[in-house]
Structure formats: structure tokens, C-alpha cells
């Protein structure tokens, strides 16, 4: 399997967050990627690429424009407002106030396009998530060819990032852009796996009203995990959406056991919508050694997700990485996924 690896990621390297009310050591760190690409060079998966550049239309597609202009100039903004070091947000409009009006202050604006306080706003983060986004879609193209499967190495992550916001440590949405890109190309029927610990909000938003892209989700239950206000099992889509969208949240703690039967119902709904693309939102958060997260999850595990994925079936599978804190740990838990993913393929064709 092919990698396309983001090496403009290092640029967006935050110092600090905020989290439980403190300012805490970034755990969304440069050496997350570092440590994944090192796996995957010693595991000899495959060829690793660099990004071909497609452009910012296909960005336009799944984000606002206004939001990308934003995000573009943020950061020069905010230095030459005097600002130092990186840029948090202070202030949100919340239920009554107006968010359809974009104002001048800075601060404002950070609140407008943004979702927590978490996500720092580094001088290289615009750069990072741009060529993220366009690792994506050189991985999308992979796909979509000869190759029919890829894995794109990136950071910052995506799936918490809306149409108009930022947050979860995500500026671009890489699935969604992904998934918008696929449609584009003519591909009728595109499915988002999401494995991540926490539930992509971002991504179930952009799809929500739609039925050409199934969103289904297995994360931990929003009433006590990150994003909190998104990912409950009865949010099913709406309008044309409505049934092509899936969430299996599991209380923190949950077994193994639990997490692959959720699994097994995310993926029969996703067999009986038979995607031509099958993009796999690679959150290894789910490690039992997550700083930040609290499921039991280990490399046995992970290669046996990879080979249920290969399994599956799917005519073409795109890897997205998303989550996963445990910085040493990282790479060796997505190349089991991948090997496993490769080992099932391998086993479909000898049978």
C-alpha cells in the first residue's frame, strides 16, 4: 500500500492547549507523524509519496470560503495585532447570538470560526491542513486508480472541523473533502468509516442532509467524551439523509469485545449501502495508552480491524489518519492496521 505523506505537517507545531481548564503540553504534537512514517519505512509497506497540489476549488467544495480566507490570514493577523506565540479563542456566539454576520475584531472572529479552546492556532497551521488536504486528495487519486487503496499521513487531523469552524485540533476536514472529491468524479455512493475515539462532528454535519455519502461512527458516548454535542445514537440523518447516518457511541472503558460487535453493526449497515469508496477515518485514539482517550484497544486488535476491513470488501479503501496521542505508540497501531488490512486482502485472493 501506497502512503502519501504530508512533510509540510512539522509547520503546525502548538506549544500548548488548554485543557480541563489548564494550560496543558500540546498532545497534538509533530512527533505523532514522525513516528508513523518511521513505522512505516521499517515495516516496508509500500512506496511513500508526496502531495501533488489540486488546488483550493476542491476545498470550496466541503468549506466555506470566507472560513478558508480566515484561516488563511489568521495567524499574520493576529501578530500584527500584537498578539505572541500561538492564537486561542475567547469568546463563541452561542444560541442567541448572531452568527450569520461576520465581524471585524479578531477576537470575534476567532470565536466565530471556531468551536472550543483547545486548538491553537500556530503560525504554519494554515500550511499544514492546506497540504493535508491536498495529501488527501493525491491519496484519493491513488485510490481511485491502479493502486484502489492508499493511506494518507498527515496532520493536523480533520473530521472535527466544519463547513465554517475549526476545533478538535482540526482545520480542514480531509474526509469530507475526500468524499466531495469522489462524488465529483462520478462515484454514486461514498461511505466514511470513522474509528476515531471521539465522533467526528465535523463530518456528520457536512453530510448530514445527504444520501450519496454514509457517515457511520464508533466513538466513545458524547455525554462524558469529547465532542460532546455531537455523536448520539438517535441522530440518524435528516431530510434526504435520513438512514445515511450511523453512530455506535460505548461508554469509556468499554471492552474490546463491545467495541468489534458496535463494529459489526456500523458495517452491516455500510454493506447494505454497497459504497464504491470506502474512506476510513484512522483514529488509533482508541489504544488503551491514549493520554486522551479511554478504550482498550492494542496492536492485536488493530490488525485484526485492518483484516475485518479488507473483509468488508470494498472496491476501493482510502485511509485518512486522524486521532491518536500516545506518541511512541502511533506508528506501530496504524501499521497493524494497515498490514492487517493488506494480510485480509491477501487471504480474499488466495481463496
Request: charged share 20%.
Amino acid at each position: 500500500m501506497k502512503t502519501v505523506y504530508n512533510q509540510h505537517h512539522a509547520g503546525h507545531a502548538a506549544t500548548h492547549e488548554f485543557f480541563r481548564g489548564r494550560l496543558v503540553p500540546a498532545f497534538e504534537i509533530p512527533a505523532r507523524a514522525d513516528y508513523v512514517l518511521k513505522a512505516v519505512q521499517e515495516a516496508a509497506l509500500g512506496e511513500v509519496l508526496a502531495p501533488v497540489d489540486h488546488g483550493l476549488a476542491p476545498l470550496e467544495r466541503v468549506h466555506a470560503p470566507a472560513y478558508l480566507r480566515f484561516l488563511r490570514g489568521a495567524y499574520a493577523e493576529w501578530r500584527a495585532l500584537g498578539g505572541e506565540g500561538d492564537a486561542f479563542p475567547a469568546v463563541w456566539p452561542v444560541r442567541s447570538l448572531r452568527a450569520d454576520v461576520e465581524p471585524q475584531s479578531f477576537a470575534s472572529r476567532m470565536g466565530l470560526y471556531s468551536m472550543d479552546s483547545g486548538t491553537p492556532l500556530t503560525a504554519g497551521a494554515w500550511e499544514a491542513a492546506y497540504w493535508g488536504a491536498q495529501a488527501t486528495l493525491s491519496g484519493l487519486d491513488l485510490a481511485l486508480g491502479d493502486e484502489r487503496r492508499a493511506y494518507v499521513l498527515t496532520r493536523p487531523p480533520g473530521h472535527h472541523a466544519g463547513a465554517d469552524f475549526f476545533g478538535g485540533y482540526c482545520f480542514i476536514n480531509n474526509a469530507a473533502v475526500a468524499a466531495e472529491a469522489a462524488r465529483d468524479t462520478g462515484l454514486q455512493r461514498v461511505a466514511i468509516l470513522d474509528v476515531d475515539y471521539h465522533h467526528g462532528n465535523g463530518t456528520q454535519a457536512i453530510f448530514y442532509e445527504r444520501a450519496d455519502v454514509f457517515y457511520a461512527s464508533l466513538h466513545g458516548d458524547p455525554q462524558t467524551e469529547y465532542p460532546f454535542f455531537l455523536g448520539h445514537a438517535d441522530e440518524r440523518g435528516a431530510g434526504p439523509g435520513l438512514g445515511f447516518n450511523a453512530n455506535e457511541p460505548l461508554p469509556a472503558g468499554s471492552s474490546n469485545e463491545a467495541w468489534f460487535a458496535a463494529l459489526e453493526r456500523l458495517l452491516g449497515q455500510l454493506q447494505a449501502f454497497a459504497p464504491e469508496l470506502l474512506i476510513v477515518s484512522l483514529g488509533v485514539d482508541t489504544y488503551g495508552g491514549d493520554p486522551i482517550s479511554h478504550f482498550k484497544l492494542d496492536r492485536p486488535e488493530f490488525a485484526a480491524l485492518g483484516e475485518r476491513l479488507a473483509a468488508f470488501g470494498a472496491p476501493r479503501t482510502l485511509f485518512l489518519q486522524e486521532g491518536g496521542y500516545a506518541t511512541e505508540a502511533i506508528g506501530l497501531n496504524v501499521v497493524a492496521v494497515l498490514q492487517g488490512f493488506e494480510r485480509g486482502l491477501e487471504q480474499a485472493r488466495s481463496r
